[in-house]
């Protein structure tokens, strides 16, 4: 869990896997005069090592091969892909699923008795890659749980950030409308008021 993913009250439950999916920060705009940059978490494998030890996923030293490397930024690019649909539209995506199917396989789990809550998901490797089995959990849990569906990337193409939906009837689509969804709503006015101007003359 993030410093992050607290400020915005991300469920527990899915706060490791809202913060894997915003390690690559793709926004690009103007606030308060000040560019944006770019900026990607996960530059090489010991980045990727150092992330999941943060996020209390693994525990030991070593860092990742190149090969879990490759494939945790499959499995991200896949997990974004999948979110940056509409929640109804996620399930009719066969391009989408087939690809995150895919990105998932290398990261194995297993079913366990926990006790008084029950049962749970625990990932099957010891070494790095179970690191990213605890994120594969998170997203089958939160399917489970319902609160997937309110997992979204922003609909602003110059922000792209995976926020969580707190909305009460869930149909947020961007992570703040002050910022993302004002500057959009401004953009088609200008656009709009641009056409009108233009069939006028
Ligand atoms: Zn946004």
């Not at 895919?102 to 297993?110: G, I």
């Amino acid at each position: 869990m993030s410093k992050e993913s607290r400020k915005f009250q991300v469920p527990d439950g899915l706060a490791n896997l809202y913060d894997f999916a915003n390690t690559l920060d793709l926004r690009h705009f103007t606030h308060h005069g000040i560019q944006h940059r770019q900026a990607d978490e996960l530059q090489d494998p010991v980045a990727l090592g150092e992330w999941m030890r943060w996020h209390g996923l693994i525990k030991h030293v070593a860092a990742p091969s190149q090969k879990t490397f490759e494939a945790a930024l499959q499995l991200r690019d896949a997990i974004r892909d999948y979110l940056k649909c509409e929640p109804a539209e996620r399930y009719r995506r066969l391009i989408v699923t087939t690809a995150l199917n895919t990105a998932m396989e290398p990261f194995a789990l297993r079913v366990a008795a926990i006790g008084k809550h029950g049962f749970a998901l625990r990932p099957m490797p010891t070494d790095a890659e179970a690191g990213l089995s605890g994120i594969v959990a998170e997203l089958y849990d939160a399917a489970s749980a319902g609160t997937l569906d309110r997992l979204k990337m922003c609909a602003a193409d110059e922000c792209q950030r995976v926020f969580f939906d707190h909305s009460r009837p869930g149909t947020r689509r961007w992570c703040q409308s002050t910022l993302c969804g004002n500057r959009e709503k401004t953009r088609t006015y200008r656009q709009r008021h641009r056409d009108d101007t233009a069939s006028q003359i």
